[in-house]
């Protein structure tokens, strides 16, 4: 958890020279922390504007689909309703106009804000000549050498590769180009069926590919609590052509079709299946790779990842590092908390990163969002904790939208009722999932989430009413407390 740090610095760190590599979220909420502190702030970044990955080609422009998506998935529902619509047709290009406006008017706010604080913006790649001097070359070659006495790399990530199958083809797709929406192909395969592989493919599905999402695991979202992961799993096999866990890609080959891809389902044969198109989406790696590092006491794992410390400090005392680079989980508000930290710690600060809940969400339809301690995580470290589960055909809200298909979860310690960690699928889970985050941050128990009146009728009542199932005192679920 962070400390809560003052604005009025030293003299000494007001003289401070800061460096930071990588102008993401957790890039720019470092520099404009940074400068709000007083330092003296130069960001790099290769995009003439702030916002990084996930706000020109990630979480801002797959959400601006996934919303139309939605929009199209509500309008077929409402045929429930009595309400029928004609089928969607469709504008690619003021699609995907729409969807650069967002942008652009995200990235250029972000830019007034970065000029408002004074902090110089150097567009180029860096690269470390020494731990206080930085080499920034610029697309036309350019250089520019930066002398600095503190730098934060926020480099970020980029999309993970099946090993030894790239095709050069605009046929093979990863989450970037992806979301240039070409063209809707006929079939699409998406290979990976973590949060990325589902947004993605329910897009294109919604559209009207035929889409198939291949696992290699035993199920969808891997790493998901398999109460959530199941009702979003039903959602999707409705949507989606196929839905395939426990199957893998041995080979890919493109032919005139398409690409011919080798899948082979547990441990069968592989079969050749043919696809206009395949989205490769089975993780990311971290930018960790040239940076210069080795001309500096920066130590990297084997996996690619930065070490840090509590503090974002790196092995050498002059650099930290923040975001993808420094592992997971790999989430943009992980990044922006850990920039602020780092920034308030060059400042002269006692801060740490110590969160005790990174909430992470799933915008599919229905949204999986979770918080805290899981249920399979306590069942694996052999943790006992009370468990209450709310299905949402007891919630009146959910009736009302014909939504149903959700659940709401709550995880306890069995002495003490503290709050340990929060589960919910269904419509607006990633809006509910902070009161989650909340009550672990304040060591709420139970109680205190069941005792606070939430409005009717909302969805925020399935938390309330999962909490009071903690004691055996449901309203519109009947659950004796445990040992009663």
Partial sequence: MRRKVKDTMSDEANSTRIAIIGAGPGGYAAAFR??????????????????GVCLHRGCIPSKVLLHVAKVMNDARDAVHWGVSFAPPEIDF?????SKAEVVEKMTSGLGQLS?????????????????????????????????????????????????????????LLNSTSALQMADIPGSLLVVGGGYIGLELGMVYATMGSDVTVVEMTQGLLPGADPDLAAILSRRMEELMHSI??????????????GIEVMLQSGDGEAVPEVFDKVLVSIGRKPNSSGLGLDSTKVEVTDDGFIRVDEHRRTTDPRIFAIGDVVGQPMLAHKASHEGRVAAEVIGGANSAFEPLAIPAVVFTDPEVAWCGLTEAEAKRDGTKVNVARFPWGASGRAATLHRSDGLTKVITDPDTDRVLGMGIVGTGAGELIAEGVLAIEMGAVASDIGLSIHAHPTLSE???????LIFGQGTHVYRPRAGH
């Fill in 115 to 171: 000029r408002a604080r004074k902090i110089a913006f150097v567009r180029g790649r860096a690269s470390f000549q020494d731990s206080t001097v930085l080499r920034v070359t610029a697309d036309d070659g350019a250089e520019q050498v930066i002398e600095t006495d503190y730098t934060i790399i926020a480099s970020g990530s980029r999309p993970a590769w099946l090993p030894d199958m790239y095709l050069e083809s605009p046929r």
């Fill in 244 to 257: 395939r866990p426990n199957t893998k890609v041995t080979a890919m080959t493109e032919v005139e079709q």
């Fill in 34 to 51: 940074a400068a709000d502190l007083g330092m003296r702030v130069t960001l790099i970044d290769l995009e003439a504007n702030p916002g």
């Fill in 93 to 97: 290009d003021r699609l995907r106009a």
């Fill in 462 to 468: 399935t938390i309330m009413e999962t909490a009071d």
